[in-house]
């Protein structure tokens, strides 16, 4: 019988001079990379040909308020798509905490957002459900590696999530992290 050896870790947790700082690399998917690459490119061959259309007047004028709708939602599709297969080729979530604040980015590439919270207001750090809701954005995106996340937190009256990708062991090793280092209360505030 083969013996399985326990993978490495692929979260770098380290303590720099910007306090903790946990990175956690995107879990690949590469079906989901070769099939957006493909739906990419075709997406790219609708949008030029429907701009092209209304560039030199060929849409028929009863239904061209239809395809200007068609070509709105076509494009932020587009633009959703190009984000997630990004995501899923470079993207990383990064966790930094010092003094009072801790901050998320997702990062893709060196371009991101941060979403920055008060350590002060956090409250009941847990691995949450990684169940999609079909009512949250974020938690519908998860099909596609980029929304949700393993780890959940309520942070004032709102819960929220990181940890993208994360399976339930890489998730305690970033919880064990934190939690030495941070005095995080169970439970909500009364």
């Known amino acids: 019988m083969a013996k399985i050896q326990p993978s490495d870790s692929r979260i770098t947790i380290a303590d720099t001079a910007e306090g903790l700082r946990i990175v956690m690399p995107c879990r690949r998917s590469w079906f ?12 790219a061959v609708a949008e030029v040909m429907v701009a092209n259309q209304f560039m ?5 004028p009863e239904g061209e308020l239809f395809m200007l709708a068609w070509f709105g939602v076509w494009t932020v599709g587009g633009v959703v798509a190009i984000y997630a297969w990004l995501w899923q080729l470079m993207g990383k979530e990064i966790f930094t905490a ?7 980015r997702r990062d893709i590439g060196g371009f991101g957002f ?7 207001q956090m409250r009941d750090l847990r691995i949450g ?12 995106l998860q099909l596609w590696g980029v929304g949700g ?3 959940a937190f ?16 890489e998730a305690k090793q970033v919880l064990t992290a934190i939690k030495q280092r941070f005095r995080i209360p169970e439970g909500s505030l009364a």
């Open 114 to 120: 941060d979403r920055e919270y008060n350590l002060v």
């Open 56 to 60: 030199r007047g060929d849409s028929p």
């Open 149 to 151: 996340g393993a780890i």
């Open 129 to 140: 459900s990684v169940g999609a809701s079909p009512l949250e954005f974020s938690s519908s």
């Open 32 to 43: 989901v990379i070769v099939f957006l690459a493909f739906w990419i490119c075709g997406w």
């Open 98 to 104: 010092r003094g009072q604040t801790f901050n998320i």
């Open 154 to 169: 309520d942070h004032g009256e709102r819960m929220y999530r990181f940890g993208a990708g994360l399976d339930e062991a």
